[in-house]
């Protein structure tokens, strides 16, 4: 990571608003490359959800970095959306959504986007999402990944329920699951009944493409 890039990791962090669009735009007007701009958010929000669970920021800090990538993302998203564009057509389907009682969703929306700018087509239900929405989703719109986000150890038992109803609706065969975020790793992958764990998002986007053979 060069200096620029790890300026904007620090000014994310700082809470730093006007600091951290400006080092983005320039990044862009430069040639950076958008994902590498992106994962240098995740790296800056991930760091500021840390601060949140450490009782070191509050609500507003938690949503003024939602609201920095928010605008970040927004510059960002025509250069990507044109490369996907591109492509001829899309290479799967993924529902995702933060799982029952977890309202954190900075994480699960750039994994959300780097999957669309990747041809994936993603189904986004949100956050707090019920092990049920879950279930109704994957009915409607037969993906071939289902993936999970949390922020919180809390969130664990949510995680693994959406798999026992996923398997009690006999849907569990049709789909990869894969968890991701900053309390997980792969002992809670076990723990859950997923398939796989991504480590950040663009792990998410590999494990997503492996699974529809692409």
């Known amino acids: 990571m060069d200096g620029s890039v790890r ?14 669009v400006e080092l983005a735009q320039a990044l862009l007007d430069a040639g950076g490359n958008p994902l590498e701009l992106l994962d240098a958010c995740r790296e800056g929000v991930e760091a ?22 928010a605008q970040i993302s927004g510059m960002v998203k025509a250069r990507v959306a044109a490369e996907a564009s ?30 669309d700018a990747n041809g994936f087509e993603v189904i986004d239900l949100g956050v707090d999402v019920l092990p049920e929405r879950f279930v109704e989703a994957v009915r409607q719109f037969e993906p071939q990944v289902v993936g999970m986000s949390c922020l919180l150890t809390l ?17 569990r065969d049709r789909v990869k699951v894969m968890i991701g975020g900053a309390a997980t790793n792969d ?28």
């Open 86 to 115: 591109a492509r001829e057509k899309r290479l799967g389907r993924v529902v995702i959504g933060t799982v029952k009682g977890d309202i954190h969703d900075i994480g699960k929306s750039i994994v959300s986007f780097l999957l």
């Open 187 to 214: 002992q809670i992958r076990v723990y859950t009944g997923a398939d796989a764990w991504g480590r950040d998002a663009m792990e998410a986007v590999s494990l997503a493409r492996a699974w529809v053979g692409r």
């Open 48 to 69: 500021v959800g840390q601060r949140f669970e450490k009782g070191e920021y509050f609500l507003p800090e938690l949503m003024l970095a939602g609201e920095i990538l």
């Open 155 to 171: 969130a664990y038992d949510p995680m693994k329920e959406t798999v026992r109803v996923l398997e009690d609706a006999g849907l």
């Open 7 to 20: 300026a904007l990791v620090e000014a994310i962090v700082g809470m730093r608003e006007k600091e951290a």
